[in-house]
């Protein structure tokens, strides 16, 4: 904590040059907009101005809006070099957009919030989509992901995009999807990452899987079957030697695997109540002997469900053998729970979601809240935590839409780029 000068009443930050503690310290006018308060350090040898290191915003009532109490007009809340919201907005905008809310939503909140005005028109957005991309990373390295846990759940979905001139649908993106079951001791299961690509083949996917560190690798990756991840993790992991089966095991999703049979099983009208095949279909993934079972009640004249069970009797029969060696995970339901809560937040807005980078960093916050680690004082710490470290100062913004509010960018300063696949 700064040392105040003058007692709690004034309550003045000391000056920030080396060998100028003690001096007086008086209040010099404002800037900005909105004002913040500026600094005279007296001398004997003169003065000079100077502003703290994280600057405060001047308080309208001089009242805490937190805990009511009195401050000083110069004591309002934080806010970053040039940034003309304070950072608590800008966590809170965090909180509200990985929450499903949408970047124009988060900004109008944040306007009211600090009571500037509201926009009219569907625009004002670009405020926290500049946000995201200056400090939105801050945030979620608080809460980073650095290894993948003993099991892993991987799956996808995709968003479309309506044309509206032609009321043709395309691709817009992919979200890929991991699930965490770590050993036992080291902590929750837990929703493990997010990230938007274009595509969701096995390129996509090992690049996603080499987000974390892969040295170790995890002994089970459960997927509902699509190869373009099966090949992402061999790729990934060649393959580490056991005594009974590769490390990680790839495994198919029993629940998938269940609705695959009953779907040839229809085919074949053999699914009706009482069915030998359906009772024992029941458990047949559990192990050999209870696939050996399942097999023997499907007849060749069962042509379909005959047909499947041929075509996939091998990869079956090394699973349910080794079942039982492997952590006891066996379906992608708790990832599928949460990428349908993606699909809630982002649907209706995906044709306007084209930059990667900032809809990967957007993603990485729906996960904390899924996870139910947004809380909007932790983020703000994490904030100030990371501007106090880097001299107040953030990085810069473009200015938007928002005019006014985003800082103005330096000369020359090479601009981000839009990372749109």
Avoid at 27 to 34: E, L, N, Q, V
Avoid at 104 to 114: E, K, S, T, V
Avoid at 270 to 279: K, Q
Wanted: proline share 6%; aromatic share 10%.
């Amino acid at each position: 904590m700064p040392r105040t000068v003058g007692g709690p009443a004034r309550d003045l930050p000391s000056c920030p040059r080396p060998g100028h503690e003690g001096r007086k310290v008086v209040k010099d006018g404002r800037y900005g907009s909105p004002p913040r308060q500026r600094f005279r350090c007296v001398g004997p040898d003169g003065f000079h101005r100077f502003v703290p290191k994280l600057p405060r915003q001047v308080t309208h009532a001089g009242v805490c809006d937190t805990c009511d109490s009195t401050v000083p007009a110069h004591r309002g809340p934080v806010a970053g070099r040039w940034y003309a919201f304070p950072v608590r907005e800008v966590a809170a905008a965090f909180a509200a957009v990985g929450s499903g809310a949408s970047y124009q939503q988060a900004a109008l909140r944040a306007r009211a919030r600090a009571d500037r005005t509201l926009l009219d028109g569907d625009w004002g957005g670009a405020v926290v989509a500049e946000w995201l991309n200056a400090l939105g990373q801050v945030v979620l390295d608080g809460y980073a992901e650095t290894s993948w846990p003993e099991t892993v759940v991987l799956d996808s979905t995709r968003f479309m995009a309506r044309n509206t001139w032609t009321g043709g649908q395309s691709l817009a993106f992919n979200v890929l999807g991991a699930y965490g079951y770590p050993a036992d001791g080291q902590g929750r299961p837990r929703l493990w990452a997010l990230a938007a690509y274009h595509q969701a083949t096995a390129v996509e996917w090992a690049d996603f899987l080499r987000r974390l560190d892969t040295t170790h690798p995890p002994r089970l990756v459960v997927t509902d079957g699509a190869d373009e991840i099966t090949n992402a993790v061999r790729e990934v992991w060649t393959g580490y030697p056991s005594p009974s089966f590769p490390v990680p095991f790839c495994y198919r999703c029993e629940h998938h695997l269940r609705d695959n049979v009953v779907e040839e099983l229809a085919a074949d009208k053999v699914t009706h109540w009482g069915s030998i095949r359906m009772n024992a279909l029941n458990e047949a993934f559990h192990s050999p002997e209870k696939w050996s079972a399942f097999k023997a009640t499907v007849w060749p004249k069962q042509a379909h469900a005959y047909g499947w069970v041929k075509a996939n009797d091998e990869m079956v029969t090394t699973q349910v053998a080794v079942r039982r060696f492997l952590p006891d995970h066996h379906s992608t339901a708790a990832l599928e729970a949460h990428l349908g809560k993606v699909r809630d937040f982002l649907d209706a807005r995906s044709f306007v979601l084209r930059n990667q980078a900032r809809t990967t960093t957007m993603l990485g916050l729906v996960r904390l809240h899924l996870n139910g680690h947004d809380d909007t004082r932790r983020y703000t710490e994490l904030l100030r935590t990371w501007l106090d470290s880097n001299g107040g100062a953030g990085p810069h913004q473009r200015r938007g839409y928002d005019t006014g509010t985003s800082v103005r960018a330096s000369q020359g300063q090479r601009q981000p780029s839009s990372l749109r696949r």
